[in-house]
């Protein structure tokens, strides 16, 4: 059953503590993304990695950090430096060689920081 | 830099009602324009696309789009709602292949959340 997973679903940390969020896909896309979602503000890109080894930053990576390591596994890691890290987190991925921009999504992980 | 405005934050419509969601764009290139939708406890998923051709593309679930580009506009259209239509929906915009560095990333909307009541 192809597709992307998160995990977990729900995951709290007190303040001041890194976090790492796992997503995996087995779509054997090439690109994949990670997306922060708060009420009222859509999806902001964090991280993007269009191929193994490499990524770059989005819109708002402070106080994020990702890896690349293998072409199914795109860990985002919360740094205590990320000011205010409660937010559900969505990551994607898409196959590249695509003009279309198509994404497909996990089911995420919502995270709170206590 | 690349932008997206949705007009509505809540949309709250009775079961058979008509919808419409708008989309606006910023953007100086060549776009590929989408619709996701956020069923409450589901993934996010794609309800339709447009990449070229005819303006008005049909998704799933009764949905349809009409890209003008005069206007930078996407909207979003159902002639008659349902109940299980409830859910949050976000346009977004990427840029086209060849034609930007932003290729592939999506820029989204800041959500619409419809309610349908029974």
């Known amino acids: 059953d192809g597709g992307i997973t998160q995990s977990p679903k729900y995951l709290f940390r007190k303040e001041g503590q890194n976090v790492t969020l796992s997503c995996e896909q087995n779509l054997n896309h090439d690109a994949m993304y990670w997306y922060r979602q708060d009420p009222g503000q859509g999806l902001r890109l964090i991280y993007y990695s269009q191929i193994v080894n490499d990524f770059q930053k989005g819109d708002i990576a402070e106080g994020y950090s990702v890896s690349r390591e293998k072409k199914e596994s795109f860990p985002l890691t919360v740094t205590s430096a990320q000011k205010n890290p409660t937010a559900f987190y969505l990551c994607a991925s898409s196959p590249h060689g695509t003009q279309s921009g198509e994404q497909f999504f996990g089911p995420g992980t919502r995270l709170t920081v206590l | 830099a690349q932008s997206v405005s949705q007009h509505n934050h809540h949309v709250i419509l009775s079961e058979a009602a008509s919808l419409e969601l708008g989309c606006n764009y910023s953007y100086g290139g060549t776009v590929n324009l989408f619709w996701y939708v956020q069923y409450p406890g589901q993934h996010l998923q794609l309800l339709l696309k447009?990449?070229?051709?005819?303006?008005l593309v049909k998704g799933i679930k009764g949905f349809e789009a009409e890209f003008i580009k005069s206007k930078f506009s996407f909207n979003l259209r159902k002639p008659s709602v349902q109940w299980s239509d409830t859910a949050e929906y976000f346009c977004a915009v990427s840029g086209r292949a060849g034609t930007t560095d932003s290729w592939g990333k999506l820029q989204f909307g800041a959500g619409t959340q419809v309610v349908v009541t029974p």
């Open positions: 447009y990449f070229s051709g005819d303006p």
